[in-house]
């Protein structure tokens, strides 16, 4: 119940196209929903989060979709990048706890010129 | 700019030796900072909750007497891995809540690559 399943586990999009990377989570308590970008060697940078009261966020190319009843959520990077090539992760949390995050598996997207 | 500073970046022991890894916070004071370890091509994983002024959390399965954790001041955390072993081999990296407290959202620091020969 803990668990958060990030797909797909590899994305290869062409620059300009749209990345979608989805999460599904089973606890319905979560209440938290950031997404990460890693870099290989560094850590994580806090790219955008949710919480389950808007169904969608909007930050510049990236975009939150959120879908409470199916307990749901993606990514959407618009504009893709070569340099949005990265790993990305969802996570989740609960209890006002916004440290104690539960990661997804990760995506390592790659963007071709 | 940075919002948490973590050294050392890198860091080769042999085994049975200690390594001691520092977090800082540099934008605001923290009374709670985290630490998470990732393992290769895997997922990042809560090992302990640092607080400031009390013992630390640890997560299930973690070994609070191999890592142990001081939060020596508001803005300093500290992880010692020790008798460190080749399993202790990993990334281990520290986070902080934006506003230094566990409501807000967090933030890491580039991590700490230990290998253990």
């Known amino acids: 119940q803990q668990q958060v399943k990030q797909s797909p586990q590899s994305l290869i999009v062409q620059k300009g196209g749209i990345s979608i990377i989805n999460c599904a989570y089973e606890?319905?308590?979560?209440?938290?929903f950031p997404w990460y970008q890693q870099f290989p060697g560094k850590g994580p940078a806090l790219l955008i989060a949710i919480r389950p009261d808007v169904s969608e966020k909007k930050e510049g190319r990236f975009t939150i979709s959120f879908n409470k009843s199916a307990k749901q959520f993606s990514l959407h990077i618009m504009d893709s990048q070569p340099g949005d090539s990265a790993t990305y992760f969802c996570?989740?949390?609960?209890?006002?706890?916004?440290?104690?995050?539960?990661f997804g598996q990760g995506t390592t997207l790659q963007v071709k010129p | 700019g940075a919002v948490v500073s973590q050294h050392p970046s890198r860091v080769i022991c042999k085994s049975g030796t200690s390594v001691k890894i520092e977090c800082r916070s540099l934008d605001f004071q923290a009374t709670t900072m985290f630490w998470y370890r990732q393992f290769p091509k895997q997922s990042l994983m809560l090992m302990a909750t640092?607080?400031?002024?009390?013992?630390?959390?640890?997560e299930q399965g973690v070994e609070k007497d191999k890592f142990l954790i001081n939060h020596a001041s508001l803005t300093l955390s500290t992880l010692t891995v020790t008798s460190a072993h080749p399993e202790d081999s990993s990334f281990y990296i520290c986070?902080?809540?934006?506003?230094?407290?566990?409501?807000?959202?967090?933030?890491f620091g580039n991590g700490t690559r230990l290998t253990v020969t």
């Open positions: 640092s607080n400031e002024g009390s013992k630390a959390t640890y």
């Open positions: 996570a989740a949390t609960g209890s006002g706890n916004t440290g104690k995050l539960i």
């Open positions: 986070s902080v809540p934006e506003r230094g407290a566990g409501n807000s959202p967090l933030h």
């Open positions: 606890n319905t308590a979560f209440d938290y």
